[in-house]
C-alpha cells in the first residue's frame, strides 16, 4: 500500500465572508471545495500566509483562531483545552505613537496543526492576545488569509 494526499488551498479575506461581525472581528466562510475524497485518514493545515491591514488602530498583537476547527493533541493556556489559534503577530513597532497605520505580516510556518476533518464551514476570529475583540468595521481595515490542508489517503497496489 501507498500513501497519497490530495492538497487544498483555501484563501479567505475580510471583504467576501458568508456572514460578519467585523465589530467583533467575527468571519464565517461556506468552503466549497470542488473534489474531495470520502477516505481520507489523516488532515494536516497549514498557514501559508496572513495579511492585516490595521489602519488607524493601536493594536499591538493579532491572533487568527479558528472558532469551529482546532489542533486536536493539543493545549492552549487561553482556552484550557485545544489550541485555536493559527496565526499570530506582533507590530515591531511598540514604541509610544508608532502603533497606527500598520501593516502586519504572517508567512510560511512549517508548523502543522491537526485537523480532525476537512471544514464545510470557518469561523474565524481576529483578536488581540489577550482575546479582546479588534473592530474592523472601518473600510480601511481588511486581511487576507491563505490556507493549506494536506489530505492523507492509502492507495492500494
Same mark, same amino acid.
Given at each position: ?9 483555501i484563501m479567505l479575506d475580510s471583504e ?14 461556506? =468552503? %466549497? /471545495?470542488?473534489?474531495? %475524497? ?14 492585516? +491591514?490595521?489602519?488607524? /488602530? ?10 469551529n476547527l482546532s489542533n486536536y493533541n ?10 485555536? =489559534? =493559527? ?10 505613537? %508608532?502603533?497606527?497605520? /500598520? ?12 485537523? +480532525?476533518? /476537512?471544514?464545510?464551514n470557518l469561523a474565524i476570529k481576529i ?20 490556507? %493549506? ?9
Amino acid at each position: 500500500m501507498h500513501g497519497g494526499v490530495d492538497t487544498f488551498r483555501i484563501m479567505l479575506d475580510s471583504e467576501n465572508p458568508l456572514t460578519q461581525d467585523e465589530t467583533i472581528g467575527e468571519y464565517t466562510f461556506h =468552503i %466549497r /471545495l470542488p473534489f474531495t %475524497r470520502s477516505d481520507y485518514k489523516k488532515y494536516v493545515l497549514y498557514v501559508d500566509n496572513f495579511s492585516i +491591514s490595521l489602519k488607524g /488602530l493601536t493594536t499591538q498583537s493579532v491572533h487568527v483562531r479558528l472558532l469551529n476547527l482546532s489542533n486536536y493533541n493539543s493545549y492552549s493556556s487561553q482556552t484550557g483545552g485545544n489550541n485555536n =489559534i =493559527i496565526a499570530y503577530v506582533y507590530s515591531p513597532n511598540m514604541t509610544a505613537d %508608532r502603533t497606527t497605520d /500598520l501593516v502586519l505580516n504572517y508567512q510560511g510556518s512549517t508548523a502543522p496543526y491537526h485537523v +480532525s476533518s /476537512l471544514p464545510n464551514n470557518l469561523a474565524i476570529k481576529i483578536a488581540e492576545m489577550d482575546n479582546a475583540n479588534i473592530n474592523l468595521s472601518s473600510a480601511n481595515n481588511f486581511w487576507t488569509l491563505n490556507l %493549506r490542508i494536506d489530505a492523507y489517503y492509502e492507495m492500494s497496489c
